[in-house]
């Protein structure tokens, strides 16, 4: 059963960067897509940013042109570089790995202050 591992999180002022990092592992089916969630408590979980096994990238609107979303498919690692957070980015994020669509890992806080 694949497991999903995420680091890199942590409180920073708005206009700071932050890069997460997940690695899956004990996938017996190869991974092919992976991307990022993030969650408010008390709201649902939104798609944040994807990468395809061929490289093709999409992000939510609202980071677009801050966040960069980076794979190493070689080790079922995906990245995502976040520049100038702001406030509204704090969350818990999530990585997936697909076709493992409903396995999460543990999440890990970004907490941006004004």
């Known amino acids: 059963q694949v497991q999903l591992v995420e680091s890199g999180g942590g409180l920073v002022q708005a206009g700071e960067s932050l890069t997460l990092s997940c690695t899956a592992t004990?996938?017996?089916?190869?991974?092919?897509?992976m991307g990022w969630y993030r969650q408010i408590p008390g709201k649902e979980r939104e798609m944040v940013a994807r990468?395809?096994?061929?490289?093709?990238?999409n992000y939510a609107h609202s980071v677009r042109g801050r966040f960069t979303i980076a794979r190493d498919s070689g080790k079922n690692t995906v990245l995502l570089q976040m520049n100038n957070l702001k406030p509204d980015d704090t969350a818990v994020y999530y990585c997936y790995a697909l076709p493992h669509w409903g396995t999460w890992g543990q999440g890990t806080q970004v907490s941006v202050s004004s």
């Open positions: 990468i395809t096994d061929a490289g093709t990238t």
């Open positions: 004990g996938a017996t089916i190869p991974i092919n897509g």
